[in-house]
């Protein structure tokens, strides 16, 4: 496809999602209390964003922002559901 | 347009969602079997849920001229009280032979443990022994990336396992070179907030044109869309790309995949 007709598909709706991202980061930071390890992982993942070039593979480096890097099981599950950001290693 | 839902848990839906996916072009369903929400108490509980599977749910679809099949199996959110997985896995050779059972599925990993490596791997055993096809359910979220390198490594280990009848499901951009290049299948899974939404599965099939890759909804009783598959059809249509391409994409590697079974026939 031209890039012209990404933009032409798509352009709406991504600007719609990035507006929504700038929206929850306002009200995470209009909220009390600390950061957690989520919203870390998730300003991390802000990073992959910014990468130029045809090549930046961003959707590939923002969820590896929010993966596990580690590469041995974990002794015993915390509960059945993932959170979406890895907690640090022994948390 | 024609396509095979690979993975779609139908006991959890309603019979308009057969209808609807009739009426969408599904030729077949295949259904892994995998947790119901809550933890079963007893062997007993699944040797009635494997029995809905086989005998129960392919009635149902039938009523919608759907072919329905399944796949057997204790979800890795279950693997944690090893006793009633073992049982769990000691009765499931009873329903291997029966038609419709595709093969071993959907195993994995869920939060990467060691009692659910411990399972997976008896559950491969299991596989290799009765030299059926194997499904793969890599984790959710933070624990994707690090299951699917486990589970590929625990694969890779175990000569008896050919890949080519493996497929590791719900890969994402951070997973899908890895099982790719490793040799099995991938499969892409469409959910309305984790997982893939259309249009980037659509650009992980455009960066792996000619994979072994299959599409499905996954549905079961939380968020997700019996129609997800159709639906990334029409965003491939919106790309400009051609019917026998989509057709090879949500049809025919299905059909490619699944004919290593005995129990599978091929739509007409």
């Given at each position: 496809?031209?890039?012209?007709?990404?933009?032409?598909?798509?352009?709406v709706d991504a600007r719609s999602k990035l507006i929504d991202i700038a929206a929850f980061l306002d009200r995470a930071e209009r909220a009390e209390g600390a950061d957690d390890y989520r919203l870390r992982a998730f300003r991390e993942a802000l990073s992959a964003l910014a990468a130029q070039g045809g090549g930046a593979n961003r959707a590939e480096r923002v969820l590896l922002a929010f993966s596990d890097p580690t590469s041995a099981p974990v002794e015993q599950?915390?509960?059945?559901?993932?959170?979406?950001?890895?907690?640090?290693?022994?948390? | 347009?024609?396509?095979?839902?690979?993975?779609?848990?139908?006991?959890?839906?309603?019979?308009?969602?057969y209808l609807a996916m009739v009426l969408a072009g599904c030729q077949a369903v295949c259904e892994p079997a995998f947790w119901a929400g809550f933890d079963r108490h007893s062997a007993e509980g699944f040797r009635d849920?494997?029995?809905?599977?086989?005998?129960?749910?392919?009635?149902r679809a039938a009523k919608y001229l759907l072919p329905h099949y399944s796949?057997?199996?204790?979800?890795?959110?279950?693997?944690?009280?090893?006793?009633?997985?073992?049982?769990?896995?000691?009765?499931?050779?009873?329903?291997?032979?029966?038609?419709?059972?595709?093969?071993?599925?959907?195993?994995?990993?869920?939060?990467?443990?060691?009692?659910?490596?411990?399972?997976?791997e008896r559950h491969v055993d299991l596989a290799a022994r009765h030299n059926q096809l194997i499904l793969i359910h890599t984790p959710h979220l933070e624990d994707k990336h690090k299951g699917t390198r486990l589970i590929i490594d625990i694969l890779k280990n175990d000569p008896r396992i050919d890949p080519g009848r493996v497929l590791i499901d719900h890969v994402e951009e951070h997973t899908v070179d890895r099982v790719l290049e490793a040799g099995f299948w991938a499969g892409i899974t469409l959910y309305p907030e984790s997982k893939c939404t259309p249009p980037r599965a659509v650009d992980i099939l455009e960066r792996h044109?000619?994979?072994?890759?299959?599409?499905?909804?996954?549905?079961?009783?939380?968020?997700s869309d019996p129609l997800a598959v159709p639906k990334a059809c029409f965003e491939m249509r919106k790309r400009g790309h051609t019917?026998?391409?989509?057709?090879?994409?949500?049809?025919?590697?299905?059909?490619?995949?699944?004919?290593?079974?005995?129990?599978?026939?091929a739509p007409v």
């Open positions: 496809m031209q890039r012209s007709q990404v933009l032409d598909l798509y352009f599950a915390d509960g059945k559901a993932a959170t979406g950001a890895w907690r640090g290693e022994g948390k | 347009m024609r396509y095979i839902e690979p993975h779609a848990h139908m006991v959890s839906r309603t019979t308009d969602d849920y494997f029995a809905q599977l086989t005998e129960h749910e392919p009635k796949w057997l199996c204790l979800n890795p959110k279950e693997a944690e009280d090893l006793a009633l997985a073992g049982e769990v896995l000691a009765l499931i050779p009873e329903f291997l032979d029966r038609p419709g059972v595709l093969g071993i599925g959907e195993i994995g990993l869920n939060r990467n443990s060691r009692n659910e490596v411990a399972i997976f044109a000619g994979g072994n890759v299959w599409m499905n909804s996954a549905c079961d009783w939380g968020h019917a026998a391409e989509i057709d090879q994409i949500v049809f025919q590697n299905p059909v490619r995949f699944l004919s290593q079974s005995p129990h599978f026939v």
